[in-house]
DNA sequence: ACCTTTCGTTGGAACGTTCCAACAACTATG
DNA sequence: CATAGTTGTTGGAACGTTCCAACGAAAGGT
């Protein structure tokens, strides 16, 4: 009863037990009688109670917490991987605390000291620009799981991430399937994800037997980078354009309207990750979507798991993305003349 | 040198010094002796010592730590507000615990109580759905400023928002500017920023002796709102509309071009925030653009004055917002023929 | 040579929990 | 009727820090 927050001595004298009772009761323990319960719920309830969360975590030597690192959170795509992370972690009893370094990987490096520093007991990397040799240390440290980024592969971190390739290829078959000839991708510049999409527009293209059509301009992963790109691209007079994400397509759009074309009657474009912008109605965009919340809730029930048997061998997890067809995408017009 | 982590105590034998000194040497005091400071910090570096955050929180009594619960994570106006905090957090040397309810006041309200289990020192609410009273009593526990509702006031709690009624007159008057007067206005729905918002267009309107051409068509504050919205404004055909937000604005512009108009054209948009993808450059939509970040910085501050003196009075910080003309409005096409 | 101040350092108490071994009061077992 | 569980409860130790009163040594003032 004293003036500054009750603790659970406080609602022990009040409901006359042992505070050791009360903890149990708090923890809900099978073995606390029914009517010691009663008497400490209501004990609690009346002095306004709350846990101590940091008391907690020094005595019991576990935090219920983990961590997650988001590249940035500006970039929807995130926020969707996010909510699947969130959900499963609350089903979990686990508490998320969530950082962001803002694509510096100096802020990266320190905001996971500070989460290492609440003892979090498992973290969650949605995308990072951490060197490999940083990243070995730390899942050396606590249990770690990576999602978007495949390319790095160390013996004690799992990563779960959408296949890249393939995605790419469903994009460049549907153009094809469409009448689609000249096909022409913009990339994402030098990063991990970005090379594996070029990959598997080079595959489809040569499964297609396109090789020699095939034409790759070195872009961006944003609006404005996709639109210097496409102004390059257009000059190679392409009848479709496979673009390395959804921001930089939408920037490829505006840069084929300004030169006076018509999208997608004179030029489809077809984006990637499935961003919800993507679906307003003023955009429209046609994409190659990844199960985004799914990525979450798999690397959470995974991490989860490593927490719960921390001797489990590391997984690599794949999901596969999927075509989402909507107003940036049609036949060619003319496609006999356009077949050359 | 167990085989856990090292703490303060292993790290105080193998430098030779008490635990207490290295404790004092941590924390940068300026009372550890040059030769021991050295000592320890070589100790610390060689055994890999991290600080244990909860024992500190338990220890000192305080967490160094604050709270921010954000209303969705998928809309970017919050994460750049998010930016603004978290610099300035960072700058004060507090650790920054976000979370978010996605708009459920429920997880609000178990995520606000989590957050205080872990000992924050403050919170910041960056729009919220709590109800009056729980605010109150949340406001009653912890320092707290709420971020871009200024609707609800407290003694205990600040407010940091934009003058929404002024804002809405910006976009008025511009268009008045431009020669319109067949403006029409979307609101946002039934929520306190939005009826502002529409305060602020009737008053400019009113002040442009325009009163009896005003028309609020109800709305949303979403692209499908903002689309059904316009779909039913367009029959009062109007030469301009004035959108609660960007993200109704852009589905306000799909139901124009769906119509078989043009923007600006045929008619001007302008949206309320500022979004940055409001400024892609297929989307380039004339704006009311808040200063995000710094309503962010502005909480943030305001809070850490709160945390070192308490008993300061609660203020309410309103800033002022500012018109973004970019692409989606123009003149009204023979101003004659429509002046009416 | 003495007292006083300053400087650097120390052990121990606290912080609010969880965990554990121990125990009293019953209940069942042979 | 003694023994063995079972059920509910308890005090105390631990967790890893910070804080505080106290202290020895060196330095300064008279």
Chains 1, 2 share one sequence.
Do not use: W
């Not at 004990?43 to 940035?72: F, P």
């Not at 994009?171 to 991708?185: M, N, Q, R």
């Not at 090789?211 to 007079?237: C, F, I, M, N, Q």
């Amino acid at each position: 009863m004293s003036v500054s927050k009750p603790s659970i001595h406080d609602v022990a004298t009040l409901a006359n037990v042992s505070k050791s009772l009360v903890s149990l009761a708090l923890m809900g323990s099978p073995k606390v009688g029914e009517e010691s319960r009663a008497k400490i719920l209501v004990a609690a309830e009346t002095l306004g109670y709350r846990k101590n969360a940091a008391a907690r975590t020094l005595a019991a030597k576990r935090s219920k917490t983990i961590g997650v690192l988001v590249l940035d959170l500006h970039n929807p795509v995130f926020a969707e991987i996010l909510d699947g992370v969130q959900i499963e972690m609350r089903k979990n009893g686990f508490t998320t605390m969530l950082v962001s370094g803002g694509e510096d990987p100096v802020f990266e490096q320190s905001d996971i000291e500070t989460l290492l520093q609440f003892q979090i007991e498992g973290l969650i990397l949605i995308s990072h620009r951490l060197a490999p040799e940083r990243l070995a240390a730390i899942a050396a440290e606590v249990p770690t799981v990576v999602v978007t980024r495949s390319d790095i592969q160390l013996p004690a971190m799992d990563t779960v991430s959408n296949d890249d390739v393939a995605g790419t290829g469903l994009a460049v078959d549907f153009l094809v399937t469409l009448g689609h000839s000249k096909i022409v991708c913009l990339s994402g510049g030098e990063n991990p994800p970005s090379n594996s999409r070029v990959q598997g527009y080079l595959q489809a293209m040569e499964r297609n037997n396109l090789s020699e059509s095939a034409r790759v301009v070195p872009g961006g992963l944003s609006d404005a980078t996709g639109y210097a790109a496409a102004t390059k691209a257009l000059k190679l007079s392409p009848t479709a354009l496979v673009v390395a994400n959804d921001f930089a397509a939408m920037g490829a759009i505006a840069a084929i309207q300004e030169a006076g074309l018509r999208v997608p009657e004179d030029i489809s474009v077809i984006g990637y990750d499935g961003i919800s912008i993507g679906g307003l109605k003023n955009v429209n965009l046609t994409t190659v979507s990844q199960p985004l919340a799914e990525l979450g809730t798999l690397a959470a029930t995974r991490l989860v798991e490593r927490i719960n048997n921390p001797k489990e061998p590391a997984k690599q997890i794949t999901v596969s993305a999927q075509l989402l067809v909507r107003g940036t995408t049609k036949e060619p017009t003319g496609a006999t003349e356009l077949a050359n």
